[in-house]
C-alpha cells in the first residue's frame, strides 16, 4: 500500500511563497503522474497541478497559472509544488496524488488513500 506524506504548509501573508513537497513509498513512483489538489473548509477537493512522469506534460488549474510550478524528482520519489504570490483563497489542505494520464484531473483510486495533507493559511 503507498503512503504519502505532505509537508511544507504554514501560514503566509498574502504575496507570499511556499514549497510543499509530497514523498511517496510503496509503489513504483516514477510510473505514475501525479498531482495536487486542495480543499478549502466547506469546499469540495478540487485539482491544482499535475505532472507526467517525465515531466513532459504539466496541467494547472487556471485559478494557479503563472503562481505555481509543479516538478518532481523521481529518484527521491517526491513532487513539489512551489506556490508564489498566495493570495487567501489559495487557503486549504494540500494534497498529493496519482491521477490517471488519460484526464490529469482525476484521480486514480488504485494508487492508494490521500495522505494526511498539508494545511496552508494565507492571510491577508
Known amino acids: 500500500q503507498v503512503q504519502l506524506v505532505e509537508s511544507g504548509g504554514g501560514l503566509v501573508q498574502v504575496g507570499g511563497s511556499l514549497r510543499l513537497s509530497c514523498v511517496a513509498s510503496?509503489?513504483?513512483?516514477?510510473?505514475?503522474?501525479m498531482a495536487w489538489f486542495r480543499q478549502a473548509p466547506g469546499k469540495e477537493r478540487e485539482f491544482v497541478a499535475s505532472?507526467?512522469?517525465?515531466?513532459?506534460?504539466?496541467y494547472y488549474a487556471d485559478s494557479v497559472k503563472g503562481r505555481f510550478t509543479i516538478s518532481r524528482d523521481n529518484a527521491k520519489n517526491t513532487v513539489y509544488l512551489q506556490m508564489n504570490s498566495l493570495k487567501p483563497e489559495d487557503t486549504a489542505i494540500y494534497y498529493c496524488?496519482?491521477?490517471?494520464?488519460?484526464?490529469?484531473?482525476?484521480?486514480?483510486?488504485?494508487?492508494?488513500?490521500w495522505g494526511q495533507g498539508t494545511q496552508v493559511t494565507v492571510s491577508s
Open positions: 496524488t496519482a491521477v490517471w494520464p488519460s484526464d490529469p484531473t482525476r484521480r486514480n483510486t488504485a494508487f492508494g488513500s
Open positions: 505532472i507526467s512522469w517525465n515531466s513532459e506534460s504539466i
Open positions: 510503496g509503489r513504483t513512483f516514477s510510473r505514475y503522474v
